[in-house]
C-alpha cells in the first residue's frame, strides 16, 4: 500500500511541474508576476515581497498555517 501512495505523490508532482512549465509557456510576455516569501529564523519572524497586497496574503497564509498546526498539535492533550 505504501509503494502505491509514494508513487501516487510523484505522479502528482510531475504533473504539477509539467502544469507550471506548460503555463508559463503559454502566457504572455507582458505578465506581472508578484511573490512574497514569509518564514521563521527561531522564534524570529521575516517577510519579503513585491508587493504589499502579496506580503499581506502571504502572512495570512502562514497565521492560518500556525493556527491549524497549533489545532492539531494540541487537540489530543
Do not use: C, N
Not at 500500500?1 to 509539467?18: D, K, R, S, T, W
Amino acid at each position: 500500500m505504501a509503494e502505491h501512495i509514494i508513487a501516487i505523490g510523484i505522479l502528482l508532482i510531475i504533473i504539477g511541474i509539467v502544469a507550471v512549465i506548460a503555463g508559463a509557456a503559454l502566457s504572455g510576455k507582458d505578465t506581472k508576476a508578484e511573490y512574497a516569501v514569509v518564514g521563521f529564523i527561531g522564534p524570529l519572524p521575516f517577510g519579503f515581497g513585491s508587493s504589499e497586497k502579496m506580503l499581506y496574503v502571504a502572512i495570512a497564509v502562514t497565521a492560518v498555517v500556525i493556527a491549524l498546526f497549533l489545532f492539531l498539535r494540541f487537540r489530543g492533550v
